[in-house]
């Protein structure tokens, strides 16, 4: 299953802090997929997902200054 958090015109720490409740709400194994646009974001989301023992499945810019990262959880 895969959730999607679209937190596009959040400043950080909001992306994160979203991000962290949303993966409560899913399995393990299942994926959530972050949309945001906050810088600091593209380095915090994904130290905070190896640190919480989590996976990052995919990570690409999608705009400018937008991205995605895509989340297993473990």
């Not at 997902?49 to 297993?72: P, S």
């Amino acid at each position: 299953m895969q959730k999607k958090l679209e937190v596009m015109g959040q400043v950080c720490p909001f992306p994160l802090v979203e991000a962290k409740k949303a993966i409560e709400e899913i399995g393990p194994g299942d994926e959530l997929v972050i949309e945001f646009d906050c810088t600091q974001a593209t380095e915090s989301i994904p130290r905070w997902a190896a640190e919480a023992g989590h996976t990052v499945t995919n990570f690409e810019q999608i705009d400018e200054a937008a991205w995605t990262i895509t989340v297993q959880k473990n």
